[in-house]
């Protein structure tokens, strides 16, 4: 496997390739074009300025997270073609400059949900948390508001203020869509985008959808083994693969992760590993990397990972926010650069002991 930080560009992100270079073990970052809307065409200079640049600083642009997919396609509107044409060609242009793994989700409307950005432990540190009472007393719109709020002044990924101004809309376009409707739309996407991901050998990896259960009565549908497997099926290419996040997939206590991940045996392109811990089923924080800081045992996470021969790419997911830095939510230096070293050491004592 290759440790990886994903990283939100220069002109977004608080931390430097620099200090990405100088954890141990991190050789690459996962990037995207920050400024891009969902159902653009990527323009290839920016691709190559975006590459060079992470080059530069001694670093490889392992994979992209997120090209991030239309509502149009989601929801099987009329025009959805004119989009799904643009995802291609953006593909096109990524395989032509040489990068092989892509992430992307399939939620409706919002990207993760969190209802409180810093909870504050009893450490100190801050850290993502999630209640479903808090979203079961809320609109949409008011959880936008009190995220913005929170976010120390970062852009979070999926709730950027022009697509939340027109978050009634959005709403109203979903209203048909239901499960089956949602896994047809996703069918039609993955059959149509397979050619070129064949052709430049593109690994398509759908990040979960986070948490793992509907909410706002929108539908979801990578939640959990059944349906992963069933898209698995439903398009039987193996560049029709998975994101596997022990950390969304871990909302929701039934799923098995490590079985999951056994399941999943080449599909999976791409790993974010990170705990979770529970003080109910249904409030969740995120807490340090370490098993015994939360609910999930790392250690069977990262060996079930060896098992299956994993060896794509792999990246701390959410760290804790600690030592008083002041970053995007979840996506700070410190606490991510202990999760890949933890990440890392893990990963070196379960090969040494399987020599
Ligand atoms: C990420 C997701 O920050 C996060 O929770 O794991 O935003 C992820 O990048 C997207 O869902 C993938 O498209
Ligand atoms: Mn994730």
């Known amino acids: 496997m290759q440790m990886t930080l994903r990283w939100y560009g220069s002109k977004y992100d608080t931390v430097t390739l620099k200090q990405i270079r100088q954890i141990p073990g991190v050789t690459g970052v996962i990037s995207t074009l920050y400024g891009t809307a969902p159902g653009e065409v990527w323009e290839m200079d920016d691709i190559l300025a975006l590459k060079k640049e992470i080059e530069d600083a001694g670093l490889e642009l392992t994979g992209i997270e997120s090209v991030n997919v239309h509502d149009a396609i989601k929801v099987g509107t009329p025009d959805r073609d004119k989009y799904i044409d643009n995802y291609i060609t953006t593909l096109e242009r990524l395989g032509q ?29 801050t850290v993502l948390a999630y209640t479903q009472e808090a979203v079961d007393a809320l609109k949409p719109e008011e959880m936008f508001a009190s995220i913005s709020s929170d976010a120390n002044g970062a852009i979070l990924p ?9 978050i009634k809309e959005l709403f109203e376009m979903y209203k048909e869509v239901d499960d089956e409707k949602l896994f047809a739309n996703l069918k ?15 690994n398509m990896a759908i990040h979960p959808d986070d948490p793992a259960w509907s909410v706002f009565g929108l539908p979801r549908i990578i939640i959990n083994k059944e349906n992963i497997l069933r898209m698995m099926k439903m398009v039987d290419n193996p560049h029709n693969g998975v994101t596997f996040c022990s950390g969304s997939y871990g909302t929701n206590l039934e799923n098995d992760l490590p079985d999951m991940i056994r399941s999943l045996k080449g599909r999976i392109h791409f790993a974010h590993v990170r705990n979770l811990k529970f003080n109910s089923p249904t ?50 230096l410190y606490d991510r650069a202990l999760g890949a070293t933890y990440l890392n050491g893990l990963w070196e004592a379960i090969c040494k002991s399987h020599k």
């Open 97 to 125: 400059a040489g990068i092989h793994m892509v992430c992307y989700n399939f939620m409706p409307v919002f990207d993760w949900t969190r209802t409180e950005l810093a909870r504050v432990r009893p450490d100190g540190s």
């Open 158 to 166: 999926g709730w950027e203020p022009e697509r939340m101004e027109h």
């Open 188 to 202: 039609y996407f993955l059959e149509r985008i397979m050619p070129v991901c064949d052709k430049y050998d593109i």
């Open 283 to 332: 409030d969740f924080e995120e807490s340090a990397h370490l098993s015994s800081d939360g609910t999930f045992d790392m250690y069977e996470i990262m060996l079930a990972l060896y098992d299956i021969g994993f060896d794509g790419p792999i990246r701390p997911d959410h760290g804790r926010m600690i030592w008083d830095e002041v970053a995007m939510p979840g996506y700070g």
